[in-house]
């Protein structure tokens, strides 16, 4: 399986983040994937602050 960000989603990320990364690879942000049979649930978790955004596109 392929997972993608996608340029609309990677504009959503910056615009919500607010925090510096604290390490030296400046990595702060896990992605989560999670596959179903309407379409895929996607997760972006801040390290730093604990906050979460849901990237899931509407399924309406």
């Given at each position: 399986m392929l997972?993608?960000?996608?340029?609309e989603?990677?504009?959503k990320i910056k615009k919500w983040d607010s925090?510096?990364?604290?390490d030296v690879t400046g990595a702060k942000?896990?992605?989560t994937?999670?596959?179903?049979?309407?379409?895929?649930?996607?997760?972006?978790h801040c390290d730093?602050?604990?906050r979460e955004l849901d990237l899931t596109e509407d399924w309406g």
């Open positions: 997972f993608k960000i996608t340029t989603m990677e504009k925090c510096k990364a604290v942000f896990s992605y994937f999670i596959p179903t049979s309407l379409g895929t649930v996607i997760h972006v730093i602050c604990n």
